[in-house]
């Protein structure tokens, strides 16, 4: 049974852009609550303008495939090898029923369970949010599932998996948050990037590994879209989003409508479809509303303090180039190494300041 903790005003949203009387006023009218503890997550994401989040089964065929390879995080103990060993079945929870959802509320009766999303960038090879795989523990305790999603319109979500879409995190390659101990932040920034890069049990079969920008081309305007799994959701997609902001060293700014859980999720360029960055940090996730039930934290299309993005341009020299002898691949691998990682990140994560 996981707690929801009560997040104190200050702890988390974007306090440039709110007076301390405002915060006070809703800190006593809606108290805000974090997602499920399994679904980890940088400082809280949310919805701007319409709610844009569409079910696998509604999205355009090339999208369709590149949401194969999009995968969910989840704790090794919430994933079950069947007795005859060909299958996993997923431990969840009913969204609804776990945070108290108002009537009404998207996705209200769907399961959650996982704790961050990826994407598969290399025949072996998974890129997440730092801040998601924290250490060598974490990674060999974590469970990459793909296929998590609703298939079909009425449909349920598939939560008995093939053995064949159940990987296992067998090591660190790269990992980077900037503000960690000996990982500092660019000069003049509170924040920077958030990623890891992480090696698999075996090699993926059935998934391609998805292209990225290898050009540091990300400009204000550029139109974006999401994959992942809100929430620890079954995979949704979000589109009709823009870069708010791409001045700053190491991420970029946008309005993508996200949740705790689609940390580490790929951010697409809709007119190129390459991957431009990885989900990491943003806006504030739930509000309990006057009623007493939780509802999502919603923004104008232009307010809030949008969602942080680590720019692929801050890794993408760590990711084997997709055609690459699998020599140069493995090279690539044995040049990287794992940047130190500091006890009680997450802490840190949870309460850093935003600029």
Not at 103 to 114: N, T, V, Y
Not at 277 to 298: H, K, W
Request: hydrophobic share 35%.
């Amino acid at each position: 049974m996981y707690n929801i903790p009560v997040i104190k005003p200050g702890d988390k949203g974007d306090v440039m852009k709110r007076t301390l009387n405002t915060l006070l006023t809703l800190a006593i009218i809606f108290p805000i609550l974090s997602v499920p503890a399994f679904a980890q997550e940088g400082p809280d994401k949310s919805i701007y303008g319409p709610d844009n989040r569409i079910e696998l089964y509604n999205a355009a065929p090339d999208t369709f495939k590149m949401a194969a390879s999009v995968v969910s995080l989840w704790d090794a103990s919430r994933v079950k090898q069947d007795a005859a060993g060909k299958t996993f079945t997923l431990t969840t929870e009913n969204f609804g029923a776990r945070l108290n959802l108002c009537p009404g509320e998207k996705f209200r009766e769907q399961p959650i369970g996982a704790f961050c999303s990826g994407s598969l960038v290399g025949p072996d090879m998974i890129m997440t949010a730092g801040h998601c795989v924290t250490d060598e523990t974490k990674c060999r305790s974590t469970k990459i599932v793909f296929g998590f999603a609703l298939a079909k319109a009425g449909g349920t979500a598939t939560t008995k998996m093939a053995q064949s879409e159940v990987y296992t995190c067998k090591k660190i390659v790269k990992r980077f948050i900037g503000g960690e101990p000996g990982s500092a932040n660019p000069a003049g920034q509170n924040l920077g990037p958030d990623y890891a890069l992480i090696q698999l049990d075996r090699k993926v079969t059935g998934h391609t590994p998805l292209p990225v920008n290898r050009t540091d081309s990300i400009k204000k305007g550029d139109k974006l879209m999401v994959i992942g799994h809100p929430v620890g959701l079954p995979l949704k997609i979000a589109a009709g989003a823009s870069v708010r902001d791409a001045s700053k060293v190491g991420y970029f700014v946008a309005d993508l409508d996200t949740f705790g859980g689609n940390s580490g999720s790929p951010v697409f360029n809709t007119a190129t479809r390459l991957i431009e960055g990885i989900l990491v940090r943003g806006d504030e996730d739930f509000l309990t509303s006057p009623a007493g039930c939780t509802t999502m934290a919603t923004y104008a299309q232009t307010g809030g303090r949008g969602e942080d993005v680590t720019k692929i341009s801050a890794l993408q020299s760590f990711i084997p180039k997709l055609g690459a002898p699998a020599k140069a691949a493995e090279e690539t691998y044995q040049n990287m190494s794992m940047d130190e990682v500091s006890p009680g990140d997450i802490d840190q994560r949870i309460n850093v300041n935003f600029q």
